[in-house]
């Protein structure tokens, strides 16, 4: 029986317009997901069999008697063979006999991928050529699609952030949400209010690195009070619009590190000895240190006069490991960023109980460091200088 079964491809090889019985598509849209001991569009269906021996296959001629034959056999078996032709190559495939969806009048059935139940193959009668191309279809998706094997490692996840993140409870990295206003209905306008922002920023002396920006997803509730106060129009075209918004999301470094300070009070010392104020864009910076202070002593002054002798401010990014960088920009227009009266309070109240404090700065670029100070940021992403 299995030699019908060649006599038969070589009878149809001789015309090119002859009829063969083809896996037309497949129902799974998951390329990717392909693999070769599937039915994949272009194999040529020589043949079926029960039992998968060489001459027990079946030969097949049209789809509509190969769909009469499986629904004979759909019910005793679970599992059938297939023997496809795929370019010069013979290939069995084990395959399920399912029904086609939609064929409810009149039954019809075909083949589904014995390992993935969304792999279901559609048959049709169609010629060599166009066999061929599909084949050739085929190849160039299992060949994208097809990756190295992969496996689980060990990573010793506790040394490497002890060794790459001196201070564990900072993440480096800072982002600010922008809110679109009540008068923007295009993203283009919000991210343009976005990028002002960061150029606002740098432009008034905070060492800031640009890393990525994004849209983002916003549910039409809760952020969005204000303007649905403000604007019912402006709240029913929300609504018609899916109910949700887009929001930017911008990525930055803190300059090109983060240095940390420890500031330890003397006895009788009621300040630590610097003086903060806060930038137009929520940024919290030193703008005096007094000599002679814990500022002073734990090499700030020093930092400080560098900065602004080089036109850069002298950040604070972090205090406590709690980050003071502004969070986001509301729908009314407000930045939301760190209290500095709460700051203040956090001071004194630690002077007063004569507690250190730890304080993360930002680096900015060509700068010195007036004593040996963990640092971790932009620049401890960059490889190593190679010595010449």
Request: aromatic share 8%.
């Given at each position: 029986?299995v030699?019908?079964?060649?006599?038969?491809?070589?009878?149809?090889?001789?015309?090119?317009?002859?009829?063969?019985?083809?896996?037309?598509?497949?129902?799974?849209?998951?390329?990717?997901?392909?693999?070769?001991?599937m039915?994949?569009?272009?194999?040529?269906?020589?043949?079926?069999?029960?039992?998968?021996?060489?001459?027990?296959?079946?030969?097949?001629?049209?789809?509509?008697?190969?769909?009469?034959?499986?629904?004979?056999?759909?019910?005793?078996?679970?599992?059938?063979?297939?023997?496809?032709?795929?370019?010069?190559?013979?290939?069995?495939?084990?395959?399920?006999?399912?029904?086609?969806?939609?064929?409810?009048?009149?039954?019809?059935?075909?083949?589904?991928?014995?390992?993935?139940?969304?792999?279901?193959?559609?048959?049709?009668?169609?010629?060599?050529?166009?066999?061929?191309?599909?084949?050739e279809?085929?190849?160039?998706?299992?060949?994208?699609?097809?990756?190295?094997r992969?496996?689980?490692?060990?990573?010793?996840?506790?040394?490497?952030?002890?060794?790459?993140?001196?201070?564990?409870?900072?993440?480096?990295?800072?982002?600010?949400?922008?809110?679109?206003?009540?008068?923007?209905?295009?993203?283009?306008?919000?991210?343009?209010?976005?990028?002002?922002?960061?150029?606002?920023?740098?432009?008034?002396?905070?060492?800031?690195?640009?890393?990525?920006?994004?849209?983002?997803?916003?549910?039409?509730?809760?952020?969005?009070?204000?303007?649905?106060?403000?604007?019912?129009?402006?709240?029913?075209?929300?609504?018609?619009?899916?109910?949700?918004?887009?929001?930017?999301?911008?990525?930055?470094?803190?300059?090109?590190?983060?240095?940390s300070?420890?500031?330890?009070?003397?006895?009788r010392?009621?300040?630590?000895?610097?003086?903060?104020?806060?930038?137009?864009?929520?940024?919290?910076?030193?703008?005096?240190?007094?000599?002679?202070?814990?500022?002073?002593?734990?090499?700030?002054?020093?930092?400080?006069?560098?900065?602004?002798?080089?036109?850069?401010?002298?950040?604070?990014?972090?205090l406590?490991?709690?980050?003071?960088?502004?969070?986001?920009?509301?729908?009314?227009?407000?930045?939301h960023?760190?209290?500095?009266?709460e700051?203040?309070?956090?001071?004194?109240?630690?002077?007063?109980?004569?507690?250190?404090?730890?304080?993360?700065?930002?680096?900015?670029?060509?700068?010195?460091?007036?004593?040996?100070?963990?640092?971790?940021?932009?620049?401890?992403?960059?490889?190593?200088?190679?010595?010449?």
């Open positions: 029986m030699k019908s079964c060649f006599i038969y491809w070589e009878d149809m090889a001789t015309s090119d317009h002859q009829a063969l019985v083809c896996v037309r598509q497949v129902k799974q849209e998951v390329a990717e997901e392909w693999d070769e001991s039915p994949l569009p272009g194999d040529i269906i020589e043949g079926f069999s029960e039992h998968g021996a060489d001459d027990s296959f079946l030969p097949v001629k049209a789809t509509s008697e190969l769909s009469s034959q499986l629904g004979k056999i759909n019910q005793r078996v679970e599992f059938i063979w297939i023997k496809v032709r795929r370019g010069d190559t013979l290939v069995k495939l084990q395959a399920r006999v399912v029904q086609q969806r939609g064929s409810i009048l009149q039954r019809k059935y075909t083949i589904q991928a014995a390992t993935d139940n969304r792999h279901v193959a559609e048959l049709g009668d169609l010629t060599l050529d166009q066999c061929n191309e599909l084949q279809m085929s190849r160039r998706v299992n060949k994208r699609g097809r990756e190295f992969r496996s689980g490692m060990n990573y010793d996840w506790k040394m490497k952030v002890a060794t790459y993140m001196p201070d564990q409870c900072c993440s480096v990295i800072s982002s600010i949400l922008f809110m679109p206003l009540a008068s923007e209905y295009c993203i283009h306008t919000t991210t343009a209010r976005c990028m002002a922002w960061f150029s606002a920023a740098i432009s008034s002396g905070v060492p800031l690195v640009f890393v990525n920006i994004q849209t983002e997803l916003i549910p039409s509730t809760g952020e969005t009070h204000f303007w649905k106060r403000e604007t019912a129009t402006y709240k029913q075209k929300i609504n018609n619009a899916t109910q949700i918004m887009h929001g930017i999301r911008l990525w930055f470094l803190p300059g090109l590190a983060e240095i300070f420890v500031l330890v009070p003397r006895p010392e009621v300040r630590f000895g610097m003086e903060i104020k806060r930038t137009e864009e929520g940024f919290v910076c030193i703008y005096s240190v007094i000599t002679g202070s814990a500022a002073d002593r734990a090499g700030m002054r020093q930092l400080y006069e560098e900065s602004s002798a080089s036109g850069f401010l002298l950040v604070i990014s972090r406590q490991c709690k980050s003071i960088m502004p969070s986001n920009a509301c729908s009314g227009g407000l930045v960023c760190c209290d500095q009266s700051i203040k309070e956090i001071l004194s109240s630690a002077i007063e109980q004569y507690e250190t404090i730890q304080l993360h700065v930002m680096a900015w670029p060509n700068q010195t460091r007036p004593i040996p100070t963990p640092a971790v940021g932009f620049a401890n992403l960059l490889p190593p200088k190679s010595e010449s």
